[in-house]
C-alpha cells in the first residue's frame, strides 16, 4: 500500500465484513505512522506547519475538532474536544491523580470504539480507545494500562490509579488508554468473557489495536509521530505491559510493569485455593456454607504482622518497620501457636494450619506447586490483605475479593469454554488444571524470549512484597528465567525493583511512592540505568529509602537511618 493520508480511508460505518474491514483500520493507522517516517520532507514541513499553528489556541482547538473526521473503517469517533486546562477527575476509591497544586494542562480529548456491537448476552463490546493530546506536547507518547477486568474505558491521564503524580499528560505526554474490548460498570464484570472474540480482546488484542489508533491519531493532530513511546501500567495494566514486551515488541521504547498478573489464569487458581483451604478451618453457617470472616481476625492478623517484624525487621541491619531482606526472613507462625485456650497474643493450630496453606500457594494432590508462595511482611496486617481473603460476611456467602473478582474470571474467562455455574470451591487441582491451558495461550505473558525487544527496549518491573493478590516470588522467579534464558547481560534492559511493605500497586507500611516513568525516560533517552530509585511513602514521613534492583536489597550501613543514602543497594 502507497504512503496516503489514513484520513482518506473510506468513510464505512457499518459492521459489514468485519475482519476485513478492521484489518484495513489497522494498515491504516500503521501507514499514518509509518509515512511519516519514511517521508522526512513531508514530515518536517507537516510538523513545521502544525508548530506554527500550535501557538494559536483556536488552532488546537480546530485541529481537535478535525478529529472526527477521522476516518477508518468500523471506528465510531465519540468525542474529539478540547478540554481547558483544570484539575483531574479521579475514580471512586483512587487517589487523585494529580500531586497537590498541580493541574491537567489545555489538551484534546479523543474517544472512539473500533468494531462497537452487541453479545449474544447484551454486553457492550468492541475496543474503546482514549487519547489526550496535550497543546503543549513534549514529544512522547504513553499509553496507560488497565485493571481488574477492564470494562471502563479510564481517563487516560497517565497516573497509573493515581501513584503516578503528575501524571504523564500533566508532563507533556500524549496519553492513551482502552477498555479492553468491552464496557461495563465495573471491572468485576466477567460477562465479556463469554463472547470469544471479547476474550481475545481482552487478553491481548485490545492493546494491539488501540495503541495503533492512538499513534496514528498522535501523528494526525501534531503532524508527527511520537519520538518516543512508554507503556507504563500495574495489576492487569502490569499484565498489559508484559504482553506488549512479549507480541508487540517494537511498539515501545520503554515498558514499566507494576504488580503484574502476567500468569493470570494462574492467579486465578490461586484465588480458588485460598477460599477453599480457608474453608477448612471455618465455622458453617446455619445452611453449612463456611463463614471465611471467621476464620482470622484482623486483630490476628496484626499480631502475625508484628512477630514477623520482630524476628525480620533488623535483619537488613536496621529495625525500622521495614523489611528489606525477605529472603533471610523464614517466618514460621507456628511459634505463636496457642498453648491453651485461644487470647490475643496467640493462633489456634487451625488458624496456624489455614495461615500456613493461603501462603504456602495452591499445589496438586503430590505437593507440586501450581503457582508461588507470598513472602512473610509487614503488610499482613493491612486491611486489604483481609479483604482479599477473608472478607467481612457473616455468612457463607462469599464477599472477598478471591470470591468475586477472583472466582468470576477464573468461571467466565480462565476456563475454556466459560462455565459460569461452576462450583469453585470443589475445584480439583490436579484434574481442573487443564480446563485453564487454551486462556493462558492466550493472556498469560509468561514468555522470557523477548529478543526483538531486547535489542531496541527498556523494561522496569516492580511488585509489592505485600502484595496481598499476586505473589512478588512469581515476579522474581519469572525474572529468574529471563536471566537464564538471555544471560547476564540482562541488567542491561530489564530490570525488577520489589517493594517491601507494599501492598497491591500501593499502600501498606512502605514507601510506596516513587516514579518509573521518570526512571524509564532517563534510562531510555539518556542511558541513565536505574541502579536505585528514591521512594517515599506516607506511612513513613520525611524518610527515603532506595528501592533495589533485583536481586540486591536496601542494607543500612551507617549514618541517618531516615536517609536513603546511609543504605547500599548489595546482595
Known amino acids: 500500500m502507497g504512503c496516503r493520508s489514513a484520513d482518506k480511508a473510506p468513510k464505512r460505518r457499518g459492521l459489514q465484513g468485519p475482519c476485513l474491514a478492521i484489518g484495513l483500520s489497522l494498515l491504516l493507522a500503521a501507514a499514518s505512522s509509518r509515512c511519516l517516517a519514511e517521508s522526512p520532507a513531508r514530515a518536517v514541513s507537516v510538523a513545521g506547519a502544525a508548530k506554527a499553528r500550535g501557538a494559536n489556541p483556536a488552532d488546537a482547538a480546530a485541529r481537535c475538532r478535525a478529529l472526527h473526521s477521522f476516518a477508518m473503517p468500523q471506528l465510531v469517533i465519540e468525542e474529539a474536544r478540547i478540554v481547558p486546562a483544570g484539575p483531574a477527575q479521579s475514580l471512586p476509591g483512587e487517589q487523585p491523580a494529580t500531586a497537590r497544586g498541580k493541574m491537567l494542562p489545555e489538551h484534546c480529548l479523543f474517544i472512539a470504539t473500533l468494531a462497537p456491537r452487541s453479545g449474544a448476552q447484551g454486553q457492550h463490546l468492541g475496543i474503546g480507545v482514549e487519547v489526550r493530546l496535550p497543546v503543549n506536547w513534549n514529544g512522547r507518547f504513553a499509553f496507560e494500562g488497565g485493571g481488574g477486568l477492564d470494562g471502563l474505558l479510564r481517563p487516560s491521564y497517565g497516573s497509573v490509579f493515581g501513584s503516578l503524580r503528575p501524571p504523564a499528560l ?238 468470576g474470571s477464573l468461571r467466565y474467562f480462565s476456563m475454556t469454554p466459560p462455565e459460569p455455574g461452576f462450583d469453585v470451591m470443589h475445584l480439583d487441582f490436579d484434574r481442573d488444571l487443564q480446563r485453564l491451558e487454551e486462556t493462558a495461550m492466550i493472556s498469560d505473558a509468561n514468555s522470557v524470549y523477548l529478543e526483538s525487544f531486547a535489542r531496541h527496549g527498556k523494561l522496569i518491573l516492580y511488585h509489592g512484597l505485600s502484595d496481598q493478590g499476586l505473589s512478588p516470588l512469581a515476579t522474581a522467579a519469572w525474572y529468574d528465567r529471563l536471566q537464564a534464558a538471555n544471560g547476564e547481560h540482562v541488567g542491561h534492559w530489564a530490570r525488577l525493583f520489589l517493594v517491601p511493605g507494599m501492598t497491591h500497586c500501593g499502600g501498606g507500611p512502605a514507601t510506596d511512592e516513587f516514579d518509573m516513568l521518570s526512571a524509564i525516560e532517563d534510562w531510555v533517552e539518556k542511558d541513565r540505568a536505574p541502579d536505585r530509585i528514591i521512594a517515599t511513602g506516607k506511612s513513613f514521613q520525611g524518610v527515603t529509602r532506595p528501592l533495589c534492583p533485583y536481586p540486591t536489597i536496601a542494607r543500612y550501613k551507617g549514618g541517618n537511618p531516615q536517609d536513603e543514602k546511609s543504605f547500599a543497594c548489595e546482595k
Not at 496457642?338 to 493461603?358: E, F, I, Y
Open 170 to 407: 500533566a508532563r507533556g505526554f500524549a496519553v492513551a488508554s482502552t477498555d479492553g474490548g468491552h464496557r461495563s460498570s465495573s471491572m468485576l464484570d466477567p460477562n465479556f468473557a463469554l463472547d470469544q472474540q471479547a476474550r481475545i480482546d481482552y487478553a491481548y488484542n485490545a492493546v494491539d489495536k488501540a495503541t495503533l489508533i492512538a499513534k496514528a491519531i498522535v501523528a494526525r493532530f501534531y503532524g508527527r509521530s511520537p519520538r518516543r513511546s512508554y507503556f507504563v501500567g500495574c495489576s492487569n495494566g502490569g499484565r498489559q505491559a508484559m504482553t506488549v514486551a512479549e507480541r508487540m515488541p517494537l511498539q515501545f521504547d520503554g515498558v514499566v510493569a507494576g504488580d503484574p498478573t502476567f500468569r493470570f489464569t494462574r492467579v486465578n487458581l490461586d484465588q480458588a485455593w485460598n477460599e477453599v483451604v480457608l474453608a477448612r478451618s471455618a465455622p458453617p453457617d446455619a445452611e453449612g456454607r463456611p463463614i471465611l470472616s471467621r476464620v482470622m481476625s484482623q486483630a490476628d492478623l496484626r499480631l502475625v504482622a508484628d512477630a514477623v517484624l520482630k524476628q525480620c525487621d533488623a535483619l537488613d541491619g536496621l529495625a525500622d518497620g521495614i523489611i528489606n531482606d525477605y529472603r533471610a526472613c523464614h517466618f514460621d507462625p507456628v511459634v505463636l501457636t496457642c498453648g491453651r485456650a485461644k487470647s490475643s497474643s496467640c493462633l489456634t493450630s487451625d488458624q496456624v494450619t489455614a495461615l500456613k496453606a493461603l501462603m504456602g500457594g495452591p499445589h496438586d494432590s503430590q505437593g507440586r506447586p501450581l503457582y508461588a508462595a507470598f513472602p512473610y511482611d509487614a503488610g499482613i496486617a493491612e486491611p486489604a490483605f483481609y479483604h482479599m481473603h477473608f472478607g467481612t460476611s457473616a455468612n457463607g456467602i462469599l464477599n472477598s475479593a478471591d470470591g468475586t473478582l477472583g472466582f
